[in-house]
């Protein structure tokens, strides 16, 4: 990325002011590297305007994060002018909080009025623009927004922005282990070289503090909540230090996944109980060891019971139990996430009410400084889920978000699906009790399952990086519309050219619909292929627990289709406050997109569109596979306006989500024909194979498992 860390590198060769010339570098190829933060030139009205402004910065205080916001400011502007210019950069080292009225720029970024958690205002005045907040990340936050406005073409002299986050933790969860595997990782390697550190700081572990600073991030989980215990160790806390150290200027805090049996696995003990007083003292010392190598550390993240994890209820205790005793060992320095996701292999209640069941009771037992983290969906970040239960069920809780940022289920990198309308439909549902989930977050937070890797490209695709963007920005501000979110990631990231943004925008709105269709429509859900979850898999039955096999999921017989989830079924529905159960649970009235997530129906079942189920249910795979060749086909225009680099990265994905999405439809109808005996619709195409060729296939190779 551009000119990194001018202004510190600076700030430490001169004291007092000086002035000095700085040329633009010369411009970098296309690889995605600098994801939204390209600043690619502006050219016209646009471009004149900017040009008006002299970006002479003068720099008032030494704190970092100003420091930083000033450079951004700078690199940004160098960008945007699109050529070698001359900056004239003034570097007081004073503690006074607002510049003279010589430069165009104002910072004022320790208001003790100006507003608190990073919210900022931008404003353009007589003098310039003024950039205020009551704290020195609100500026780097405001530095970034105006650049963004910017970039997208708005008029430098007439800025009124304000803007606050919804809520407070706005956070990254990496499934990233030691050795550099990351688990459900379609971007390369782990971008953590642990190995290395702490001696060694790859840059791009600024870079990546940097991308997520600019949309607001402010807190990451560096390690897999499938955690190993050393990670907890003395020379691992050291790394994570010199992480801390260099993400601290970007506002981020560093939070560890703790393994639950860490006291057995390294501490020499023989019981992780969580009320055994040693077990209690190993913790302690444990948080107070990392809080003086770390003084704002987060916390921990904890995956317990679940999936074959250690936890409390190894010992009879309860989530409430495990995840307190922690809680007291971080005390008022930092914070608890205990994940819900729980399923128990002995309990053979609906997978989807079992996180419920375990939590809901325990409402109000969690301490203050406990948050449960629940997944968007009751099930696991399938294409489409109804909204978790849990929110607005447990009004005594914290309760924050998880959402899955790499696509596990959703066709891995490969595939072009923007999420933001999977999470606007879930941050925009309301729960029946009193509010939506964005609602019930918003004292909170939310946190996505990263989709970084060592790839050039960070995300294994340049679409990809949009659900990074996406994430953060929702983060910020649960409001903003996924058409908004997709425009502005489009023109910062390839174009600003109307015509280009007109076309590709509708692309990205549509793409998520796109993979619900070919894979899993109608509510269907689980249909991947077993571990990996690569390709369909709809007939495997057999796997050593019921609710790991599409069958459990599908319910699919001779005569019908789909869970029952209504009294007659399992009654998951009864979790649901009344207004939504009641919404949700007559198969007539319902909204087919989630039909089969609650209902069994016959194959005759007559749908609002007219179609019997067996007609609609083909009929959608075959929009799902006309959807991605119209993607493709739209792309293809779009040549214009891409770099050849990227243009043809994408173009090749494309080629890849075609084969796929045929692959998932193909598969799929031919599992059900084999189930229910029915002929195609009339006009439909037959797949291309039999099912016995789609069962033989196998990917032992598939990544991220
Ligand atoms: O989605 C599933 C994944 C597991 C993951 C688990 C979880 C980290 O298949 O790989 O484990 O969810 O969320 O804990």
Redesign the pocket.
Known sequence: MRGRGLVNRLATAFLGAFALLLSAPAAQAEDGYDLWLRYAPLEGEALERLEAIQPFITITTDNPTVRLAADELLDGMTGLRGYPHHVALVILQSDVDATGKASPFRFACDMPDGGQGGAYTVQSDDAGIAITSGEPIGCLYGVYALLRELSLGADPYALNMSSSPAMPLRMLNH?DNPDGSV??GYAGRSIFDWWHLPERLDQRMVDYARANASIGINAVAVN???ARAEMLEQRYIAKLARLADAWRPYGIRVFLSARFSAPRDIGGLDTADPLDPAVRAWWQAKADEIYAAIPDFGGFLV?AN??GQPGPQDYGRTHADGANMLAEALGTRGTVIW?A?VYSAEDDTDRAMQAYNEFVPLDGQFADNVIVQV?NGPV??QPREPFHPMFGAMPNTNLML?A?VTK??LGFASHLAFLAPMWEEVLDAQTGRGGSVADVIAPVGMAG?ANTGSDRNWSGSDFDQANWYAFGRLAWDPSLSSEQIAREWAAQTFSREEEFLDTVVPIMLRSREAVVDYMTPLGLAHQMATGH?YGPGPWVCDLGRPEWNPCYYHRADAEGIGFDRTETGSNALAQYGPSVAALWGDADAIDPKWLLWFHHVGWDHEMPSGRTLWAELVHRYDRGVARVDQMAETWSTLSQYVDAERFRAVSENLSIQQREARWWRDASIAYWQSVNGLELPEGTRAPEHDLEYYQSLSFPEAPGN
């Open positions: 499934w688990e459900r897999n909540v499938n995956k679940s999936e994940r996701f997944k696991d970040f998880e899955q596990e289920y399952v979850h």
